[in-house]
């Protein structure tokens, strides 16, 4: 197959393929109906077109209007701007006007969510796909003849807002050039079916799934939002062979009941990064497929891939010929490989685990839209930083630690909580644990852990305490302060651990709570009087501010 430059090429190279080409509920459409829907759409944009940067901000879920945008927004040179529906208010508002967005097409079910906010975006520019009235405009007008003249490979394409997940989002910049080629080099077939339940504003679906699926024919099944209960029936009825994800959408799946049909499907191989080890292992168990994890990013300028003979957990190892670090921010030298105990605990911590870096990996990076800033910090002495904490094994294999604001420091020792977080994910029914640093009344840190329980399965806090005196891979200062359970850890718009949130709640929450106050290994219930000693007690140590102050 030739490699296309542009995604334009890649659309128009489907317009005379009859195979399936999308299937949405209970309708299909073949490529060449898909691209017709999208030169359509071309012209509908192009039609809207006025004075100033070419961007279009799409609101939608997983529907075929949202491929059909893309696809035109492709051909007509229009830059797609996706907008996150699980943002509201001001922050929806600010990422609108911040990407000059000069038209935006919604759904009936999410128009009300942008009503009354400031866009910057005229109300005539705004169209409510899925309404007579707009069905008739897209149908009055001709489709274009081919791709604009301005579509080249350095064309910018999309606008991806990062998941926002540790600070504010970032659009990223992404051009033709970095969509066509990877996309052209996918080993997908005519065969394939690509099942696609990833919100389509995430680079996830796009790179693993959408784009592939334009490039080789593959057939691509959208699933109007993620339905764990769904999952299965949608896979097996739609006789998918790939599916992708990230974050804890396969912990969902594996909270299903099993059935005897959890073997019988056609999937050949998971894409799921941020995955957790336990959850990788029994859905390979349960379903009889493996799972590829790796390590991305919305930016994609560092990628590390699993490959024959990686531990569980670890993040693979880089291509040949990269030029991948884990790097001290402040030394600029490469950090030691992890050393570890006889019982498996890392112990040298403050010395191996540091940023993951590309040395190699400017050129790969294309950009934030109108933030120097935020493109200064991330390419800094000529080098890609991910802005992610991670170790590397003697072996060469690179572990997730955390991210750059997750060090946790606590009498004198820094350590990450990337390690504690997959040892409390061993316990028996846990279904997930988060880590993170909480202030200590008078210095540094304390640690706490949410968990999530199987099941809203009680929490024992004497089984916990069994639990963590056999983890001889444990650190000692690694022990949580706090624990608290939660029936679900709150999640951003594309299912990653809303870190930020819980950082913010702290210990104030009227959810169940355990704690040590004292050095041994006993937790009791923390109660209203424990938040208020808790709160005096730094206000007697100054430290209130650290209550106070938003994260």
């Not at 951003?492 to 041994?520: F, I, S, Y």
Request: a negative charge.
């Amino acid at each position: 197959m030739t490699m296309a430059e542009t995604v334009a090429e890649l659309v128009l190279s489907r317009e005379d393929d009859d195979s399936p080409g999308l299937w949405f509920e209970d309708a299909s459409w073949t490529w060449r109906e898909v691209v017709a829907q999208c030169r359509a759409r071309a012209a509908l944009v192009e039609s809207m077109r006025q004075d100033g940067p070419f961007h279009v901000g799409v609101l939608l879920e997983n529907t075929p209007e949202h491929l059909f945008l893309l696809g035109g927004a492709a051909l007509a040179g229009a830059v797609v701007v996706g907008i996150n529906p699980t943002t509201r208010g001001e922050q929806l508002a600010r990422n609108v006007r911040h990407t000059d967005c000069q038209m935006i097409v919604t759904s009936p079910d999410l128009v009300s969510i942008i009503d009354g906010l400031d866009l910057g975006v005229p109300s005539d520019q705004i169209l409510v796909a899925g309404t007579p009235e707009y069905e008739a405009r897209v149908a009055a007008i001709d489709p274009v003849a081919g791709p604009a003249p301005s579509v080249a490979p350095e064309s910018l394409l999309m606008l991806i807002f990062t998941s926002g997940s540790t600070g504010s989002p970032k659009a990223v910049k992404v051009t033709h050039r970095n969509t066509a080629g990877p996309a052209s080099r996918s080993m997908f077939t005519t065969n394939d079916v690509l099942y696609t339940a990833m919100p389509m504003f995430h680079g996830n679906a796009l790179r693993a799934s959408v784009f592939p699926a334009f490039a080789t024919g593959a057939t691509l099944v959208l699933r109007r939002r993620f339905s764990a209960s769904e999952w299965l029936a949608d896979v097996r009825r739609s006789g998918a062979t790939f599916f992708s994800t990230v974050g804890r959408a396969l912990a969902f799946i594996l909270a299903t009941p099993p059935t005897d049909h959890d073997t019988d499907h056609r999937l050949r191989r998971v894409l799921a990064p941020e995955s957790s080890a336990p959850d990788v292992r029994a859905f390979s168990a349960r379903f009889g497929v493996p799972v590829i994890e790796g390590y991305g990013s919305s930016e994609n300028a560092v990628v590390l891939f699993p490959m024959e003979g990686s531990p569980p957990g670890s993040l693979g190892k880089a291509l040949p010929g990269s030029d991948i670090a884990v790097v001290n921010p402040t030394t600029l030298e490469e950090c030691p490989r992890a050393v570890f105990d006889a019982d498996g605990r890392l112990v040298n911590g403050d010395e191996c685990i540091g940023e993951l870096v590309g040395r190699d990996a400017v050129a790969s990076f294309e950009g934030y839209y109108k933030n120097p800033e935020a493109e200064a910090e991330r390419c800094r002495n000529g080098w890609y930083w991910t802005g992610d904490l991670a170790y590397r094994d003697d072996d060469g294999f690179f572990w997730f630690a955390g991210r750059s604001g997750d060090w946790i420091r606590v009498d004198s020792e820094n350590f990450t909580p990337a390690p504690i977080e997959r040892i409390l994910a061993r316990m028996p029914g846990v279904a997930g644990a988060v880590v993170y640093a909480v202030p200590d009344a008078r210095t540094a840190d304390q640690v706490m852990a949410t968990l999530e329980m199987e099941d809203g399965a009680p929490f024992d806090p004497e089984a916990f305490v069994g639990f963590l005196a056999e983890q001889r891979d444990l650190g000692p200062k690694w022990v949580p302060r706090y624990v608290r359970i939660v029936a679900s850890i709150p999640l951003t718009g594309t299912n990653k651990v809303d870190k930020t949130r819980l950082r913010a709640q702290r210990w104030e929450t009227d959810d169940e709570m355990w704690w040590r106050p004292g050095r041994e290994l006993v937790y009791r219930r923390f109660t209203r009087d424990d938040a208020e000693s808790l709160r005096a007690e730094f206000v007697e140590n100054r430290r209130e501010h650290i209550l106070d102050a938003s994260p």
